[in-house]
């Protein structure tokens, strides 16, 4: 009975065993669809599709002017107020109709200059940019969407929506890349949010409309300051990330070669796929539950809950991920990427470190603390980039998830530092 009750009424224990499927759906999906790359357009291939899905990573926060966090939190907080929801979405869709239209005149007309730095003057696929750029309107409505899900923590729906969109998308990049081979895989990774904005509309299309009716929104801008307080942190912190992750690539090819680019990225995709575990549990429960928190106690109790119910588990994963390294590699791969065999403790230890301080360090997005947070996740991606190029020439590509491992025990002792009174503290503090 009291088994029964504890997973009644614990949301964390709800949102964690939901996501744990899909975690595992993705996987699967994710297995077929890198192997599938592997094989038909190698290592060189694998390194473009990443670079374009770091543009598209930054995208889906510029969309929105960088508010989705903000829209979580607003959400969360006013799911039972029809005006102020109203006023919310009104102003989020004019910060959307403002960043789409940004969006599409660079990617259209600077399209070339793009290709250059994105994928090097060996390629030119300035085209992908100039489709890509009537496509952002899709993935501005999908954050909106999607921020509405997580606010709302409709982790079901939300698995749902995700899984549906694995499945297709899965099939449209392994038909597109068999017949196009490296466009057809680029073609692919820009059509996916379509994808998802369809999945959206075609099955779950109603579960928007008790929040937000599209035809009753206004031209208001009410929710201005609040979105735009976190606007400025989103954009700079995601443009940092991603242009890191490019920098770092472009690094590996100029000192090394393209191929070992793509060893990184196939490590790094498989570092994503197996972060997804975690990674939803932030926007579907923590930054809203941390969004209600205003003591210390509360903090501190919250945070010991998280780490009692995730570490164990994360930690038993990542063992199998490291016992079963091998066959991993061989089955999302070729023969050709056992060589980032190395890699995987380093990089391991370095997602454990970075899930054990973000969990403390959302306390700055949930709190609005700009400064904390542009500071530790630039400190992050500068220290990221530093170390990536003293280690490599030293351990050549390995190096650059060793500089992974380094950067985030650094990045988790700052976090601490600022954030000792949450901790130690015996007085019972309001944040």
């Known amino acids: 009975m009291k088994i ?17 499927l899909l975690v595992f759906t993705r996987m699967g999906f994710s297995l077929i669809s890198q192997k599938v790359l592997a ?6 291939g694998i390194a473009l599709v990443g670079n374009l899905k770091n543009v598209i990573s930054f995208f889906e926060q510029f969309s929105v002017l960088g508010t989705s966090n903000g829209l979580i939190k607003f959400i969360s907080q006013y799911k039972n107020d029809k005006i ?9 869709f004019i910060f959307a109709a403002i960043a789409t239209l940004v969006s599409f005149l660079v990617l259209f ?18 085209y992908i940019f100039k489709i890509l750029s009537f496509i952002v309107p899709f993935i501005s409505l999908n ?17 749902k929506l995700t899984f549906i969109t694995i499945v297709v998308s899965t099939v449209v990049i392994i038909a597109l890349t068999y017949y196009y081979g490296i466009r057809g895989a680029l073609l692919a990774v820009i059509t996916i949010p379509i994808i998802q904005f369809l999945t959206y509309f075609i099955f779950f299309g109603n ?35 991603n242009l890191t992750d490019i920098a770092i690539r472009n690094l590996i090819e100029n000192r090394l070669n393209i191929s070992e680019a793509g060893y990184w990225t196939a490590m790094a995709s498989i570092s994503k796929t197996y972060m997804q ?46 016992l079963f390294r091998n066959l991993i590699i061989q089955l999302l791969y070729t023969e050709e990427f056992l060589v980032i065999e190395s890699f995987f403790k380093w990089q391991l230890m370095g997602d454990l470190m970075k899930f054990i301080a973000i969990v403390i360090s959302y306390q700055f997005l949930a709190k609005k603390q700009i400064g904390y947070y542009i500071f530790t996740e630039l400190l992050s991606v500068i220290l990221f980039y530093v170390f990536s190029v003293y280690f490599i020439d030293l351990y050549d590509t390995e190096g650059i998830v060793m500089a992974h491992f380094v950067r985030y025990i650094l990045y988790f002792l700052v976090v601490l530092v600022i954030l000792r009174n949450n901790f130690i503290s015996r007085r019972n503090i309001s944040i």
Do not use: W
Request: net charge positive.
């Open 4 to 20: 029964r009750e504890f997973i009644n009424n614990n949301l964390l224990f709800k949102v964690t065993s939901a996501n744990t």
């Open 39 to 44: 094989i038909l357009i190698g290592a060189e």
């Open 84 to 92: 102020q929801l109203k006023n919310l979405f009104s102003t989020t």
């Open 109 to 126: 007309f600077c399209s070339s200059v793009l290709n250059d730095f994105i994928f090097g003057t060996n390629y030119s696929y300035a």
């Open 143 to 159: 954050a909106i969407l999607y921020a509405l899900l997580n606010g709302l923590s409709s982790y079901k729906l939300y698995s």
């Open 207 to 241: 579960s928007h409309k008790p929040y937000f009716n599209f035809r009753k929104l206004s031209f208001s801008l009410d929710f201005k300051n609040q979105l735009l307080s976190y606007s400025f942190m989103t954009i700079i912190v995601i443009l940092g990330i």
């Open 277 to 322: 575990f975690p990674a939803a549990i932030f926007p579907l429960y923590i930054l809203p539950r941390y969004a209600k928190i205003n003591n210390t106690f509360t903090f501190r109790n919250e945070v010991k809950k998280i780490y009692k119910l995730l570490l164990p588990l994360i930690v038993v994963g990542m063992i199998l991920v490291f």
